[in-house]
C-alpha cells in the first residue's frame, strides 16, 4: 500500500466517533484490570462465556431484595457489605467505594458498573483444566461403529444388529428379526432374536433387561405399535408388550428402573408429546401419561430424586439448552434453560451425582450465519477461505472451535453452581463408576480431515479420549490419558 | 482508583493524577503506541507526551471515559509520530492492520477519490453504529487501536481464528455497506 494511501485510511479512522473508541477501551481495560495483554488467565479462560447466563440466573435471585435509602456512607457501606454475603458476592479486591458502587449497581437494576459483571461472574466457581498436550501423532482414522449397534448398561454391555429377508407376496425385503446379544465383561451371555421388532435400545435392571423398540411397518396405514419386553440375565423373555398409543412416531429415549423396581418408559410421540409409562416387574402398564412439549425430541434422560430429568433437542433449530423435570409417572414439575450470549452449547450427556446434576457439554463461538451447522461455520469458512490449508492448521482450528465443558447444577434451582472446561475438545460422556466416582471424558483433536464428497459428514477428525475424575464431594481428583479414540464426524 | 476520583486529582491539580493515570491505564496506552510505532523508547515518549497532555487539557476537559480520552491522545500522537518517521522505522504490523482496510475504501485513482474523509469517517461511523457490540469492539480494537488478532482473542477468550473469521465478515460488510451508500463504485 502506498504510504499516502495509509495515511488517507489513518485519517478515516480519526474520525471515528468517540463513544466506540470509548467503548473499546473501556472493554480492553475492563477485562484487563487497567492492563492489555495477550496472556491468558489460568483458571478464568471460560469464566466469561457463562458469565451471561450466571449472572442472569443470580439477577434473578436478587432483584426485588433489600432497597433502602442510604444517608451515612458508612451505613451504605454496611449495607453493601450485608448485601453481598446475603447473596454469596465476593468482595475480594475491591476497594470500599467499589462495593459501594456495585451495591448501588445492582439494586437500581442498572448494571452498568463495570465491576458489577465481575463480581456476579465470579459467584459462579469455574475452572480452566490445563490438559496435557494431546499431540498431532500420525494415527489411523477411526472409524464409528459400523453395522451393529452398541449400548452400555454399567457392567453389561449390548449388541444387536437388524435381518432382513424378502418378502414374496410384497416383493422386496422387510424386517424379519433383531437378534440381540448381551455381553459381561467380554462374555457372551446370552442371544435372543425378537421377531419382527425393530429395537432401539435397552439397558439392564434388578427384573433383567428391559428392551424397547417398535414394529416394523411398510405402510402408513398400519398400526404402529411401541414394544417393550423383559429378558431374564438367562436369556429367556419372561414378557413383551405390544402398545398402541395412538402414536404415530414414537421414540423411547430410556427405560429406568425406579427405586420400587418399577420400570418408567420415557419417549418421545410424534415430535411434539412426552409419553411415559410405568410398568411394574411383571410387565403390567401401572400408568401412562402424554403431555404436549412443542417441537421437542429428547436427548438425554437422567434420574433426580424421585423423578428425572430430561435434555430436550429443539426439533426447530432452538439453540439453547432445554432441561425438564418430570416426577417418576411424567408429570412436569419444572424446566431450566440456559444460553451464552456468544457461545452455543451442545449437551452431549448428563448424570446424577452427589445429589448434584453434571452436563457434559462443549461450546462453538455464536455465528452470525443463517441457517444451519452452525457448529461448523466457522470450519467450513476457514477450509474455503484457506484452501490450500494444512492438516495440522485444520486441527488447529477444531480446536480454536471447540471447548469442552462440565457444569454442575442445582437440582432444585436450576442454578449452575461451578464450570470446568478444557480448551480444544468436546465434552464427552459422563459415567458414575463403582468405586463412586464420576468420570468425564473429554475428547480431544488430533487429527482431521475435510471430506467435501461424502454426504453423511463434512469434517472429519480422531480425538483423544481424556478422562476426568471426581471425588463424591465434586472435588477434581486427576486427569488420564485413557489411550482410547474417537471418532469425529460432523 | 476510581475513574472520577482521579479526574477529580486532575481537577485539583495534584500530581498523583498522573500516577493514579499511570498506574491504571498506563500499560494499555503503551501496548496502543508500540501497536502503532513499533517497540521501543517512542512508544514511551509517546505516552509520557499523553500523560502531559492529560494534565493540559483535564481541566476544563472532563472526559467520560478515561481510557477512551487517553487513548485518543496517544493515538493521535503516535500517528503523528509515525508520519514523521522515515520509510526506515516503518511498522509492518500497524502498515498491515491498514493493508486488511484497503479494500473496503475507494482507491484514490478515481473520482471517488473526491470524497473527503471525514464524510468517509461519518460512514464509518454509521456503519459501526448497525454492528452488534461485539463486533464492533473487534473492528475498532483491530483498526483503531491496532491490536494483533492475538490480543483480540486473548481479550474475547476466543481463538484467533474466530477473530479472523469475524473481521473478515465485517469488511465484507463494511464494503457493501459502502457501495449502497454510495461512497464505493
Redesign the interface.
Known amino acids: 500500500?502506498?504510504p499516502?494511501?495509509?495515511?488517507?485510511?489513518?485519517?478515516?479512522?480519526?474520525?471515528?466517533?468517540?463513544k466506540?473508541?470509548?467503548?473499546?477501551?473501556?472493554?480492553?481495560?475492563e477485562?484487563?484490570g487497567?492492563?492489555?495483554?495477550?496472556?491468558?488467565e489460568s483458571g478464568s479462560?471460560?469464566i466469561?462465556?457463562w458469565g451471561v447466563l450466571a449472572a442472569c440466573l443470580l439477577l434473578f435471585a436478587v432483584i426485588g431484595s433489600t432497597a433502602a435509602a442510604f444517608a451515612a456512607e458508612s451505613k451504605e457501606y454496611n449495607d453493601a457489605v450485608a448485601f453481598f454475603e446475603k447473596n454469596g458476592l465476593s468482595v475480594e479486591g475491591l476497594?470500599r467505594?467499589?462495593v459501594k458502587?456495585v451495591y448501588r449497581d445492582i439494586i437500581s437494576e442498572h448494571y452498568t458498573y463495570g465491576k458489577t459483571a465481575e463480581v456476579l461472574r465470579g459467584a459462579v466457581k469455574g475452572t480452566e483444566f490445563i490438559q496435557d498436550d494431546p499431540g498431532q501423532d500420525p494415527v489411523e482414522p477411526v472409524m464409528p461403529d459400523s453395522y451393529w449397534r452398541v449400548s452400555e448398561s454399567g457392567e453389561f454391555s449390548y449388541s444387536w444388529d437388524y435381518r432382513y429377508k424378502k418378502n414374496e407376496t410384497l416383493g422386496f425385503e422387510i424386517l424379519e428379526c433383531t437378534a440381540l446379544e448381551c455381553s459381561k465383561n467380554g462374555s457372551v451371555l446370552w442371544t435372543v432374536e425378537f421377531e419382527g421388532m425393530y429395537l432401539y435400545g435397552c439397558s439392564h435392571t434388578s427384573s433383567g433387561t428391559a428392551v424397547w423398540g417398535s414394529n416394523y411397518r411398510w405402510d402408513t396405514r398400519q398400526t404402529y405399535y411401541q414394544m417393550l419386553a423383559c429378558v431374564s440375565d438367562e436369556g429367556e423373555v419372561l414378557w413383551r408388550a405390544d402398545l398402541d398409543k395412538g402414536i404415530r412416531y414414537a421414540n423411547t429415549a430410556a427405560v429406568m428402573e425406579n427405586s420400587d423396581g418399577t420400570w418408567t418408559m420415557i419417549g418421545n410421540g410424534d415430535g411434539s408429546y412426552l409419553y411415559v409409562s410405568v410398568f411394574s416387574p411383571d410387565g403390567e402398564e401401572i400408568s401412562f401419561i402424554k403431555t404436549d412439549i412443542g417441537k421437542n425430541g429428547i436427548r438425554n434422560v437422567t434420574r433426580l430424586g424421585d423423578g428425572y430429568l430430561l435434555q430436550m433437542a429443539s426439533l426447530t433449530g432452538r439453540n439453547d439448552v432445554l432441561l425438564i423435570r418430570i416426577d417418576r409417572f411424567g408429570n412436569p414439575v419444572d424446566s431450566f434453560s440456559y444460553a451464552g450470549d456468544?457461545c452455543l452449547y451442545y449437551v452431549t450427556d448428563m448424570v446424577e451425582f452427589g445429589g448434584k446434576v453434571y452436563l457434559s457439554a462443549y461450546s462453538v463461538?455464536m455465528q452470525?450465519d443463517e441457517g444451519g451447522r452452525h457448529e461448523l461455520a466457522?470450519i467450513l469458512?476457514?477450509l474455503f477461505?484457506n484452501p490450500a490449508y494444512t492438516e495440522e492448521e485444520l486441527v488447529?482450528?477444531l480446536?480454536?472451535?471447540y471447548t469442552a465443558v462440565l457444569i454442575l447444577v442445582d437440582p432444585e434451582a436450576g442454578s449452575p453452581e461451578a464450570f470446568y472446561s478444557v480448551s480444544g475438545s468436546l465434552g464427552g460422556e459422563l459415567t458414575v463408576t463403582g468405586d463412586g466416582l464420576l468420570e468425564w471424558d473429554v475428547d480431544s483433536f488430533v487429527s482431521a480431515f475435510f471430506s467435501p464428497a461424502t454426504s453423511s459428514f463434512s469434517v472429519g477428525g480422531t480425538c483423544r479420549v481424556f478422562c476426568y475424575s471426581f471425588g463424591p464431594d465434586g472435588a477434581f481428583e486427576g486427569q488420564r490419558d485413557t489411550g482410547e479414540l474417537f471418532a469425529y464426524r460432523r | 482508583m476510581d475513574d472520577g476520583k482521579i479526574i477529580e486529582l486532575f481537577f485539583e491539580r495534584s500530581e498523583q493524577a498522573i500516577e493514579e493515570l499511570s498506574g491504571k491505564y498506563g500499560p494499555l496506552c503503551l501496548r496502543l503506541a508500540e501497536n502503532i510505532l513499533g517497540n521501543g523508547s517512542d512508544a514511551e515518549e509517546c505516552v509520557n507526551d499523553a500523560y502531559l497532555g492529560v494534565w493540559n487539557s483535564v481541566p476544563p476537559a472532563r472526559p467520560d471515559s478515561l481510557p477512551g480520552y487517553v487513548s485518543r491522545i496517544v493515538r493521535n500522537l503516535a500517528v503523528k509520530r509515525y508520519r514523521s518517521n522515515s520509510a526506515a522505522k516503518r511498522n509492518r504490523s500497524y502498515d498491515s492492520s491498514l493493508d486488511e482496510l484497503g479494500d473496503c475504501f475507494p482507491s484514490g485513482d478515481s473520482v471517488e477519490d473526491e470524497i473527503g474523509a471525514s464524510e468517509l469517517s461519518r460512514a464509518l461511523d454509521r456503519f459501526l453504529g448497525g454492528l452488534d457490540r461485539r463486533s464492533r469492539i473487534i473492528f475498532v480494537r483491530r483498526y483503531w487501536h491496532s491490536d494483533s488478532v492475538g490480543d483480540i482473542a486473548a481479550m474475547f477468550r476466543t481463538g484467533k481464528h474466530n477473530v479472523s473469521v469475524i473481521l473478515s465478515r465485517t469488511r465484507r460488510k463494511l464494503k457493501k455497506y459502502l457501495k449502497e451508500e454510495g461512497v464505493l463504485q
Open positions: 500500500m502506498r499516502d494511501r495509509g495515511e488517507k485510511i489513518s485519517e478515516i479512522l480519526d474520525g471515528i466517533s468517540d466506540y473508541t470509548d467503548e473499546a477501551a473501556e472493554f480492553a481495560a477485562k484487563s487497567g492492563t492489555v495483554t495477550a496472556k491468558r479462560g471460560h466469561a462465556r476497594s467505594s467499589d458502587a456468544d463461538p452470525e466457522a469458512d476457514f477461505e488447529q482450528a480446536r480454536d472451535n
